[in-house]
């Protein structure tokens, strides 16, 4: 089934023009802007323009032509950035256990600095 996606959601009234961003990258199916609350030097979301909730529908739904540029996207953002030598992060936060906050998909685009390892272990059991 279809994810519901919310029309009202803060980044489809980005991708509308109803709320600024700090735009980095754009193209026919990608939007890329800052983080306005950027947990590294350099923090970027990158979007599909049309309406996916997250990888799921975005994976069963989207054109190959949409997933190809949104990908490619990624790379011309990290090497425009100046963070494909060093080194980045990219992921998308899906869903309840993911802790996804807004419902538009989008791919986080992280660095600029030593990020570290990249999820907490599990307590161990006794
Ligand atoms: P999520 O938890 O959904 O993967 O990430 C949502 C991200 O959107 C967070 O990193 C948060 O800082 C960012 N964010 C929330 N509201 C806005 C906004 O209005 N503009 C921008 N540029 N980023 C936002």
Same mark, same amino acid.
């Given at each position: 089934?279809?994810?519901?996606?919310?029309?009202?959601?803060?980044?489809?009234?980005?991708?509308?023009?109803?709320?600024?961003?700090?735009?980095?990258?754009?193209?026919?199916?990608?939007?890329?802007?800052?983080?306005?609350?950027?947990?590294?030097?350099?923090?970027?979301?990158?979007?599909?323009?049309?309406?996916?909730?997250?990888?799921?529908?975005?994976?069963?739904?989207?054109?190959?032509?949409?997933?190809?540029?949104?990908?490619?996207?990624?790379?011309? +953002? =990290?090497?425009?950035?100046?963070?494909?030598? @060093? !080194?980045?992060?990219?992921?998308?936060?899906?869903? #309840?256990?993911?802790? /996804?906050? +807004? =419902?538009?998909?989008?791919?986080?685009?992280? @660095? !600029?600095?030593?990020?570290?390892?990249?999820?907490? #272990?599990?307590?161990? /059991?006794?």
């Amino acid at each position: 089934m279809a994810e519901v996606y919310d029309t009202e959601n803060i980044f489809a009234k980005i991708l509308r023009g109803e709320l600024p961003c700090d735009k980095v990258y754009e193209d026919e199916h990608v939007l890329a802007f800052k983080d306005l609350y950027p947990k590294a030097p350099v923090h970027v979301l990158i979007l599909p323009k049309r309406p996916y909730v997250s990888v799921t529908d975005f994976s069963q739904s989207a054109s190959d032509a949409e997933i190809a540029a949104w990908i490619r996207a990624a790379g011309n +953002v =990290a090497r425009e950035l100046g963070v494909a030598e @060093g !080194g980045y992060r990219v992921l998308c936060n899906v869903g #309840r256990d993911g802790h /996804q906050e +807004v =419902a538009h998909l989008h791919m986080h685009l992280v @660095g !600029g600095r030593d990020l570290g390892g990249m999820i907490r #272990r599990e307590e161990r /059991q006794p």
